[in-house]
């Protein structure tokens, strides 16, 4: 079965500070991956995907991830945080052919400090 | 460009009581799913249709119904409220699978029920 793996519940960083949030995953086959960003009281908003090519992705608001197969991982990361980016952030996996569900980590939540 | 409506955006329910969740999208988009969101747990998923006619289980369907009649509509019923099912409820449709098929949110439907 396939499944999502956030270990961090809840990230703190300072303005100004890089950041990794970190998301491992279990899927069958060569996965669809995706980074989903929520603000307090608001739906999911797409930040990006890995569906082929090249493993280091670019997304919106300046995130990037990268799919390491061997580590099973699509960790997002971002050089530099604003404090707008405090949201909650979600991981998720799903087959890239076929009309197949998508499954969701339990999310990471950060907090962006002044 | 409406793209994934939800109706209500909120409902207070007492126990026992029946409900349907009602989710539209203009995207012809074959696959829709119902998530529910609660603390710590992340997205889980519901049910999940793949087409007109046809739909399955999520990894919580126990209390929910749903059926698809039409592309557009994928409405999810609660037969008799419980306290265990407040929570906030996302519908997403998705395209075909390739390099464009992320889920696309509406913006949830928050349930209390008392």
């Known amino acids: 079965a396939q499944s999502v793996t956030q270990p961090d519940i809840h990230i703190t960083v300072s303005e100004g500070a890089s950041l990794e949030l970190r998301c491992n995953y279990s899927?069958?086959?060569?996965?669809?991956l995706f980074w989903y960003v929520q603000s307090p009281g608001q739906g999911l908003q797409l930040l990006l995907k890995?569906?082929?090519?090249?493993?280091l992705v670019q997304g919106i608001k300046g995130f990037e991830a990268e799919f390491k197969r061997s580590q099973s991982s699509f960790n997002l990361r971002k050089p530099s945080v604003h404090w707008s980016d405090a949201a909650e952030y979600f991981c998720?996996?799903?087959?890239?052919?076929?009309?197949?569900?998508?499954?969701f980590g339990t999310g990471t939540k950060l907090q962006v400090i002044p | 460009n409406a793209g994934v409506t939800q109706t209500p955006k909120f409902q207070v329910l007492k126990t026992g009581q029946s409900m349907t969740l009602q989710c539209a999208q203009d995207?012809?988009?074959?696959?829709m799913s119902w998530y529910r969101q609660d603390p710590g747990m992340g997205l889980r998923l519901i049910h999940y249709?793949?087409?007109?006619?046809?739909?399955d289980q999520g990894e919580v369907p126990n209390g929910y119904n749903v059926s698809r009649s039409t592309t557009e509509d994928f409405p999810l019923r609660l037969l008799s409220a419980a306290p265990s099912q407040t929570s906030v409820y996302f519908c997403?449709?998705?395209?075909?699978?390739?390099?464009?098929?992320?889920?696309?949110f509406g913006e949830g439907s928050r349930l209390t029920v008392l």
């Open positions: 997403a449709s998705r395209s075909p699978s390739g390099s464009s098929g992320e889920l696309f």
């Open positions: 899927y069958g086959a060569t996965p669809y």
């Open positions: 890995y569906f082929s090519g090249d493993t």
């Open positions: 998720a996996v799903g087959a890239r052919w076929g009309y197949q569900k998508v499954t």
């Open positions: 995207m012809n988009h074959e696959y």
């Open positions: 249709s793949v087409g007109a006619g046809i739909t």
